[in-house]
């Protein structure tokens, strides 16, 4: 494990001078998460965000924060720091990132993946961006505003959660249910939005204002066994199974356009031609199939409910026909659907195989949404066009999960945002989100950095 005051400057393989002693702390502090290696397998045993939890009560030592923290089991620990307001019926507003990385294999990257070298401008290593990069400029700017005796109205709060990536069980969803008056703020920013689009109506930028509903199915599928040296009329659950991948994975599943949808695809400045093909169902597919591969994912993952085929086992041994298959198949629902309305379209899907299928849930996650009418969100609004001048925010749903369901289900207004230079376009981002080669460079982490101060004195001054 590595302390905040391990940190070395021979790290910095790039030769560049970092002026900024900000910008230092920042690149020090993300180095020194990307190397605690907090990575998350999904068992209550992995993550040991307790690593980083120590980086970041040392960091906090002698800036006058209140600093807690809270283990939900062995080594995954969640750090809360805290600005006490001045008046306690102001809004209260969190910054909240989280410590736990998914797996890296460092065969496929050209540098270390749990090195966090800064080279040639970027910082390299799993959790760059997703979301190392806005946990330390949050830590980093929240020290600073301490330091410099910034007093907010209301509260403002950093929090650092364990079991993002596995859930949030035993982080953010632990903490909403056994430390709810530590974590409860009315406003709250987490990740993920603020990624360059260009655009014909210049470059905008996403604050996610929702995300949608997340299911993992398992399906059995039940067949007979017998010597595979004599498959004819057996009755094979892999050939069944196949089917029903192909059936899942082939479903056409109509858009919807819903009022975040209209916002942002209005606010995006495409022509009145184009627009309105994104507005209307029945053209919407043509519409984004003419845009760039990512931009496209996106927006077809945001326009309606998706199914995908995910994991798969079966079989015992290669001269034995297979009796059972087992099947994951993760769908994601927009807001306003229900776990019934999944459920419903994948037996759908399934037509006349159903009666072969068990289907079982393994997760559930409804979707949430907060709406975009806020001070917060002029408050981001105004601060993004100081640090961008010309840029514009627009509202977004996020086709994964994230913790700040649990935070809205509380009843707080919680958006994704953060800031990402023009280095790294939306291509690049979603490549490297839980991909290879994972970097970010120093001008996003100056700009978030920049952007937590400034939308902390706009907010809560």
Sequence with gaps: ??????????????????????????????????????????????????????????????????????????????????IAGTDPTAPSLALMGHLDVVPANAANWEHDPFGGDLIDGFVWGRGALDMLNLT?????????????????????????????????????GWLTENASSDVATEYMISEWGGVPIETPGGSKRWITVGQKGGTDFRLTVRGGSGHASMPFGSDNALLKAAKVVDRIGTRYIAPEIGDVWKRSVEAMGYDAAF?????????????????????????????????????????????????????????????????DDARDLLTEALGDLRDSVEI???????????????????SIERVSRKLLPGSQCIPALTPGGNDLG??????????????????????DFLEMFHGDNERVDLESLRLSQELWTEVARDFLS
């Design 1 to 82: 494990m590595h302390g905040y005051k391990d940190a070395r400057n021979e790290r910095n393989q790039s030769g560049l001078l970092l002026t900024c002693a900000h910008m230092n702390e920042t690149v020090e502090l993300l180095s020194l998460l990307i190397r605690n290696e907090c990575v998350n397998l999904n068992t209550p045993e992995s993550g040991h965000e307790h690593r980083s939890v120590s980086v970041l009560k040392s960091f906090f030592d002698s800036s006058g924060i209140d600093v807690q923290t809270y283990e939900s089991a062995p080594g995954r620990e969640s750090l809360v720091a805290r």
């Design 406 to 427: 649990f935070f809205r289900d509380k009843g707080t207004v919680a958006y994704g945002y953060g800031l990402i230079s023009n280095a790294i376009s939306l291509e």
């Design 136 to 172: 330390s400029t949050m830590a980093v700017s929240m020290r600073e505003l301490a330091r410099g005796g910034f007093r907010p109205r209301g509260d403002l709060v950093f929090i650092a959660v364990a079991d993002e990536e596995s859930g949030g069980s035993l982080g953010a």
């Design 360 to 378: 079982d849930t393994r997760m559930e996650v409804a979707p949430t949404a907060s709406s975009p009418d806020t001070p917060l969100w002029d």
């Design 275 to 339: 627009t309105a093909m994104l507005l209307d169902p029945s053209r919407i597919d043509n519409a984004i199939a003419q845009l760039s591969h990512g931009l496209a994912k996106r927006l077809h993952a945001c326009s309606r409910t998706t199914m995908a085929p995910t994991v798969i086992h079966g079989g015992v041994k290669s001269n034995v026909i297979p009796d059972r298959v087992d099947l994951n198949v993760l769908v994601r629902r927009l807001p306003g659907q229900s776990y």
